[in-house]
């Protein structure tokens, strides 16, 4: 059974950082690309960050470029979403994913992901 857990959200202020770790279970990890997700209320999911199975490809939302960084460590079955000069709009259940086309780079659509985490709320306050 595969599973993806998250953690590391929090309330935090604007300016502020975060890093959020997700841990996969049940899965050859180094054959998944991964990625971070993110749903505030009232509005649909959308793409946030991927990193191809290596790790060495990234791909990263306009609106988060600059500001977060994705990395993985295969050995610990762990994704990571450093997060820096956050913003309140940041504020999002944040979810990571894992998707089979694992040296695959512009792939940001969420029905593209096979497998998916529950979530962790991160909160910026103004």
């Known amino acids: 059974q595969v599973q993806l857990v998250e953690s590391g959200g929090g309330l935090v202020q604007a300016g502020g950082s975060l890093t959020l770790s997700c841990a996969a279970s049940?899965?050859?990890?180094?054959?998944?690309?991964m990625g971070w997700f993110r749903q505030a209320p009232g509005k649909e999911r959308e793409f946030v960050a991927r990193?191809?199975?290596?790790?060495?490809?990234?791909y990263y939302a306009d609106s988060v470029k600059g500001r977060f960084t994705i990395s993985r460590i295969n050995a610990k079955n762990t994704v990571y979403l450093q997060m820096n000069s956050l913003k309140p709009e940041d504020t999002a259940v944040y979810y990571c994913?894992?998707?089979?086309?694992?040296?695959?780079?512009?792939?940001?659509?969420?029905?593209?992901?096979?497998?998916w985490g529950q979530g962790t709320q991160v909160t910026v306050s103004s």
């Open positions: 990193i191809t199975w290596t790790g060495a490809g990234t």
């Open positions: 994913a894992a998707d089979r086309q694992a040296g695959h780079l512009l792939r940001g659509r969420d029905v593209q992901y096979d497998y």
């Open positions: 049940g899965l050859t990890f180094s054959d998944y690309a």
